[in-house]
């Protein structure tokens, strides 16, 4: 009796404590929630992705995929997203981006191949002897877009890795949104570099995989390649 109380208050508590990212910030506006980000599969349950290797990682995207309209953006924007009701759990955020294929537009494209570059990456700050995430508990998120990034379309992805319980392999959780873009009034930077999604990470990456409370961790890397800052 006690232990099935305690499991379903605990379970309780872990729902409430999931998020999603679903309206996209961008030319100091905030867009409806699932117009121009595509709904992920978690927008009721607000549940994470755990396992690297699944297409899920990418978009997260709610397998009806409802349509997602594309906004236009100018390059160097700054550019983010909600977060639904909060980011509350310590962890690393990155954002990426994909440039569309010829042939192909923001709308119908499904991010594959080695096209994800990043263009930020907050892991925690560590200072006498404690870890502290600067994203926690944030309502938005946001980065300033190279103003080198070309013009076209793209696909605009945030994750946030929830480490609270990432000390075995699968234990780390994904909160992953995607957003549709046309940039203009581009640049001539090369983004790069890119790497494919599922691919870049693997469930044991020391920036996936580790205990943030216990020994405290003296540094951290974040898993993935490299910002590209323009
Ligand atoms: C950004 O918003 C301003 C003010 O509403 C508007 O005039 C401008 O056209 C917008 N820029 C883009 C790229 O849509
Ligand atoms: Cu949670």
């Given at each position: 009796?006690?232990?099935?109380?305690?499991?379903?208050?605990?379970?309780?508590?872990a729902v409430?404590?999931?998020y999603?990212?679903?309206?996209?910030?961008?030319?100091?506006t905030?867009?409806g929630?699932?117009?121009?980000v595509?709904?992920?599969?978690?927008?009721?349950?607000?549940g994470p992705?755990t396992?690297?290797?699944?297409?899920?990682?990418r978009?997260?995207e709610?397998?009806?995929?409802?349509?997602?309209?594309?906004?236009t953006?100018e390059?160097?924007?700054e550019?983010?997203?909600?977060?639904?009701?909060e980011?509350?759990?310590p962890?690393?955020?990155?954002m990426?981006?994909?440039?569309?294929?010829?042939g192909?537009?923001?709308?119908?494209w499904?991010g594959?191949?080695?096209?994800?570059?990043?263009?930020?990456?907050?892991g925690?700050?560590?200072?006498g002897?404690?870890?502290?995430?600067?994203?926690?508990?944030?309502?938005?998120?946001?980065?300033?877009?190279?103003?080198s990034?070309?013009?076209?379309?793209?696909?605009?992805?945030?994750?946030?890795?929830?480490?609270?319980?990432?000390?075995?392999?699968?234990?780390a959780?994904?909160?992953?949104?995607?957003?549709?873009?046309?940039?203009i009034?581009?640049g001539?930077?090369?983004p790069?570099?890119?790497?494919?999604?599922p691919?870049?990470?693997?469930?044991t990456d020391?920036?996936i995989?580790?205990?943030?409370?216990?020994?405290?961790?003296?540094?951290?890397e974040?898993p993935?390649?490299?910002v590209?800052?323009?």
């Amino acid at each position: 009796m006690w232990a099935t109380g305690l499991f379903l208050l605990g379970a309780a508590a872990a729902v409430n404590a999931h998020y999603t990212f679903p309206a996209l910030i961008a030319n100091n506006t905030v867009t409806g929630e699932w117009e121009y980000v595509r709904m992920t599969a978690n927008h009721y349950s607000n549940g994470p992705v755990t396992d690297v290797t699944s297409q899920a990682i990418r978009c997260y995207e709610d397998p009806s995929h409802p349509s997602t309209e594309t906004f236009t953006v100018e390059a160097g924007s700054e550019i983010g997203f909600t977060a639904k009701s909060e980011i509350s759990h310590p962890g690393t955020l990155q954002m990426y981006m994909a440039k569309v294929p010829e042939g192909e537009t923001a709308a119908t494209w499904d991010g594959s191949g080695d096209v994800w570059f990043k263009i930020m990456s907050e892991g925690p700050v560590i200072s006498g002897g404690s870890l502290s995430w600067p994203s926690e508990h944030a309502t938005r998120v946001s980065t300033v877009m190279p103003d080198s990034v070309p013009s076209g379309e793209y696909l605009f992805r945030v994750e946030h890795i929830a480490l609270h319980s990432a000390s075995s392999a699968g234990g780390a959780q994904f909160y992953i949104s995607c957003a549709q873009l046309n940039v203009i009034n581009g640049g001539s930077g090369s983004p790069g570099p890119a790497v494919a999604l599922p691919g870049a990470y693997s469930p044991t990456d020391p920036g996936i995989m580790l205990n943030i409370y216990y020994p405290v961790p003296t540094s951290y890397e974040a898993p993935g390649p490299a910002v590209w800052t323009g």
